[in-house]
């Protein structure tokens, strides 16, 4: 056992513990057209970059967690070493799950970021099947030396510090983009970004890990101020191009320019991008390892910007339900990759272990439960089949201003996983 013990920690050494001789520290990455419709998808290959930061971690290369509907594995070709990977969503999966995509293909800008490699290495994307399997669905080789790629970004803009407290390879490195601020705002977005992370750092369990954080925001004024709004047939020139009414929900607000974000974000290193749309019309949205969105003027904005980077960061899902959903979100009989929601198919890898012996699963509405943890029916947009560990959360409502101590675990778990 002692032997075997040893040769275990030699094999994960590549993983874990020589970024060195595997990377330098910038990133490489790669854009691509990402299509379909409700039953397939396609990948189309865009091209190369090589950016001057890598915000991420120089100790945790490989994902634990195996959180996303997509992920990135990059080998190392000599010796066919996984080096790096990692889990993230898209919004081609949302549009995937809606009535619409029964009827036509659609295609999305998406991109991936791993390490520069200083070898030849082979990217591969994966895509989870209804088994919530990952299939592979890309692979691209990639030669340092022989391979195509570009330098110069043609979005560069100032960076101004929010909150920046170390190194970025042992921080959480948060981006702050700016949506519908115009050339003589650039006070007001600071002031906005100040005040959202402010309320960031006042909630449990950010609170505790202020440390653990960088904030940078990129300067990259808009032509004219807010964000479009079909609903009210407002269209305005902003340098993201997001939107009101995506995927046909009213509050739901995102852009489609995905390679324009990765441009402007390329300014300072990140884990995190975050735009914040300058507008008091109620709304956000956000993606794991994706991006998130909110709005600055609504009085609801602090705790949209706190819930939406719950999505984006620690792949929290939404805890409530409603009629009309979104059908193929969660597969019938299959355990959602989500930490903070179950369908008790495999309870015993959820949050099993933090309920009270005597607390029922499901567990009931009731006054009794009121504070306990347990599996509350209704979650992930379903009425049926789908629980939550508590009855109200910050991924739940705005009623209440907290999360329930799953959420805070998963939140707790990924700081760790990137500040190491």
């Known amino acids: 056992m002692k032997y075997l013990t040893i040769l275990l920690f030699f094999i994960a050494i590549p993983a874990f ?77 949302e549009w995937s ?21 200083k070898n030849k290495v082979i990217i591969k994307l994966y895509s989870r099947n209804k088994e919530m399997k990952f299939d592979e669905k890309f692979a691209i080789e990639f030669d340092p030396t022989k391979t195509a790629y570009y330098h110069k970004n043609d979005s560069e803009f100032p960076v101004v510090d929010i909150h920046v407290s170390g190194p970025s390879d042992k921080k959480v490195d948060m981006v702050i983009l700016p949506e519908g601020y115009i050339h003589d705002e650039l006070g007001k977005f600071i002031k906005d970004s100040h005040v959202l992370i402010d309320e960031l750092f006042a909630y449990s369990p950010y609170d505790k890990y202020k440390s653990e954080f960088n904030v940078r925001a990129v300067w990259a004024p808009s032509e004219e101020s807010g964000s479009d709004n079909p609903n009210k047939n407002i269209e305005v020139n902003t340098v993201l191009n997001t939107s009101f009414n995506t995927l046909y929900s009213d509050r739901y607000c995102m ?15 990140y884990d995190q991008i975050y735009i914040l749309v300058n507008t008091d019309k109620y709304g956000g949205g956000a993606i794991y390892n994706y991006y998130s969105v909110s709005v600055s003027g609504n009085l609801k904005s602090p705790k949209v910007f706190i819930h939406e980077f719950g999505h984006a960061f620690a792949g929290l899902a939404d805890e409530y339900a409603y009629e009309d959903s979104f059908e193929n979100m969660y597969a019938k009989g299959i355990e959602p990759w989500e930490p903070n929601i179950t369908t008790l198919v ?75």
Not at 97 to 117: G, L, Q
Not at 377 to 404: H, N, T, W
């Open 255 to 269: 852009t489609l320019s995905y390679h324009k974000v990765r441009d402007i974000a390329a300014n300072a290193p």
């Open 97 to 117: 799950t809606t009535e619409e995509a029964k009827k036509f293909n659609k295609a999305f800008e998406e991109t991936v970021v791993v390490p520069f490699p």
């Open 346 to 420: 495999d309870f015993d890898h959820k949050w099993k272990d933090m309920v009270n012996p005597n607390t029922p699963i499901p567990t009931p509405a009731t006054p009794e439960y009121k504070v306990a943890i347990g599996a509350f029916e209704g979650a992930g947009y379903q009425l049926k089949g789908v629980y939550r560990p508590k009855q109200d959360c910050l991924m739940r409502s705005f009623a209440g201003d907290e999360f329930c101590p799953v959420c805070k675990k998963a939140i707790k778990d990924m700081i760790k996983f990137y500040a190491e």
């Open 17 to 93: 513990g020589q970024f060195d001789n595997y990377f330098e520290n910038h990133t490489l990455r790669m854009d691509y057209i990402h299509s379909g419709n409700s039953t397939q998808e396609f990948y189309a290959f865009k091209q190369f970059k090589k950016e001057k930061y890598w915000g991420g971690s120089h100790v945790n290369l490989l994902e634990t967690f195996e959180y996303g509907k997509y992920f990135v594995k990059v080998f190392d070709e000599k010796s066919d070493t996984l080096i790096y990977s990692r889990g993230y969503g898209s919004l081609f999966h």
